[in-house]
């Protein structure tokens, strides 16, 4: 089994299932169409995480995930928009009311290779950041519990907002019995004021499992998003 070494944690892993109807994990070097990942990132796995419990004193770090259902796909092919909108666009059309956005003029038709009816299991570890005034212990607990009410910040979703997730604690259901490599994978994003930087791995399913490392390997991107003006 492909495994990574990860730092030596006091407390076993938080473990979360997840799944829904639809959902795209979108790989980021096709910016023509929207086109899925086999299985859920480890950056969609943290945004999940994320929305059911969030503080700024600790970070999430994704040692694993289960696949608990056969990779299956569907495509769809709708209209979209082609252009992202800029904060200098926005702060224009605060102060310009004649400013207009003709979303007929930019619309786009374009294709999504998606999976359908898909669950996980994820494995995380709490890592604290140094101004965290409060034990590894409360902030763990503080998850489980809202796990267990199904409480959330905001809805999980599976890659995008319109691909809601549910959410449960572990049950007894077993990973898929598929072994695969599936090619180099997104393991974050970072953000800072000189842009974003994607991280990668090579990613491995091995009987349904998906080791991920501590790190991936940064790169910068390759060109910054197109915006309105």
């Not at 994320?50 to 092919?77: G, H, N, Q, T």
């Not at 669950?119 to 034990?135: E, F, K, M, N, T």
């Not at 930087?197 to 080791?211: H, P, S």
């Amino acid at each position: 089994m492909s495994t990574f070494e990860h730092p030596r944690y006091p407390h076993a892993p938080l473990v979360v299932e997840v799944g829904g109807e639809l959902a795209c994990f979108t790989r980021p070097e096709l910016k023509s169409e929207r086109f899925s990942y086999e299985v859920m990132t480890p950056s969609a796995a943290r945004g999940i995480l994320e929305a059911i419990f969030w503080k700024p004193e600790f970070d999430y770090v994704i040692c694993k995930i289960e696949v608990l259902k056969p990779i299956r796909w569907f495509s769809i092919r709708r209209n979209e928009v082609k252009s992202v909108v800029s904060e200098d666009w926005v702060r224009r059309a605060r102060t310009d009311p004649t400013l207009r956005y003709d979303v007929e003029n930019d619309r786009d038709q374009r294709n999504t290779l998606a999976l359908r009816d898909v669950a996980y299991r994820i494995h995380a570890q709490v890592q604290l950041r140094p101004h965290a005034d409060h034990s590894e212990a409360k902030y763990r607990d503080q998850f489980r519990r809202r796990v267990d009410k199904g409480a959330c910040f905001s809805q999980p979703f599976l890659g995008t907002r319109e691909f809601t997730a549910w959410f449960s604690k572990p049950t007894s259901a077993k990973a898929i019995d598929e072994s695969r490599d599936l090619g180099v994978m997104l393991h974050s994003i970072g953000y800072s004021e000189a842009g974003e930087t994607y991280r990668w791995f090579l990613a491995r399913l091995d009987c349904g499992v998906m080791a991920v490392p501590p790190q991936g390997m940064e790169l910068p991107s390759a060109s910054p998003a197109r915006s309105r003006t």
